[in-house]
């Protein structure tokens, strides 16, 4: 059975093509996550106590590397050096239909001779969300973009009704634009749920988070 690293943000995208990834037949290996320097995930603004209880819970190795956005690349390729010493020579992304992410992607696999998979890969957005919530998984929103959303949403439960409250406002129903991000807490391939308290706010590049705590 072919291996594979999922590059995870903690957030449902990620989370959803690492269930396709399993019930396509492929062996999960390890969660790469990219860090600051004061370990938190550099996408979604999560603590690696979060990120290590999501590792727990999937019965999946978290690996992570600090970075600062200036050398990403190229500390997201070592990364996949140390993964395919390992025996891993396939990545996972949650990437839904952004040209751009996909070339990236795809790139920085090539460079190790890795394989990249999208499983949700020009799928409906908003389908897709509907579907991540039926086949009940659980997430909280952590982030928005305050250009485009309230902080009222920081906290919520992602569900069909605030996805259609979502499209009625004129926000992308997944969240692909950077809209806003989640934690993920529960699931199907989770093995326990996650116990969270959300936290402070702050502010940072016009993005807004609430800290996620383990409890």
């Known amino acids: 059975m072919d291996s594979f690293f999922c590059s995870w943000s903690g957030g449902k995208d990620s989370c959803f093509a690492l269930y396709y990834a399993i019930n396509n037949g492929l062996e999960p290996g390890k969660l790469l996550t990219m860090m600051t320097d004061d370990k938190i995930s550099r996408s979604h603004g999560l603590t690696i106590e979060v990120l290590k209880s999501q590792a ?8 992570t590397c600090p970075t600062t956005w200036d050398n990403y690349e190229e500390n997201f390729i070592n990364m996949l050096k140390h993964i395919k010493k390992e025996g891993i020579h396939n990545g996972v992304f949650g990437d839904i239909d952004i ?19 999208l499983p949700l890969w020009n799928r409906s957005r908003k389908e897709l969300v509907e579907d991540f919530i039926n086949k009940g ?16 949403y920081l906290g919520k439960v ?3 009704k605030l996805v259609n409250k979502f ?6 129903p997944s969240g692909e ?3 806003y991000h989640t934690v993920v807490i529960d699931g199907p391939i989770f093995t326990f749920p996650l116990n969270i308290e959300m936290g402070n706010i702050v502010s940072h590049n016009g993005y807004c988070f ?4 383990i409890t």
């Open 99 to 117: 040209q751009e992410h996909r070339e990236w992607v795809t790139g920085v696999c090539s460079k190790v001779n890795m394989k990249a998979f």
């Open 167 to 172: 499209i009625e406002i004129g926000i992308d």
């Open 137 to 152: 998984f659980k997430a909280i929103i952590v982030a928005i973009n305050e250009k485009v959303m309230g902080r009222e």
């Open 56 to 63: 727990a819970s999937l019965n999946i190795p978290l690996i």
């Open 177 to 179: 634009n950077g809209e």
């Open 158 to 160: 992602l569900s069909e």
């Open 210 to 213: 609430q800290k996620a705590s």
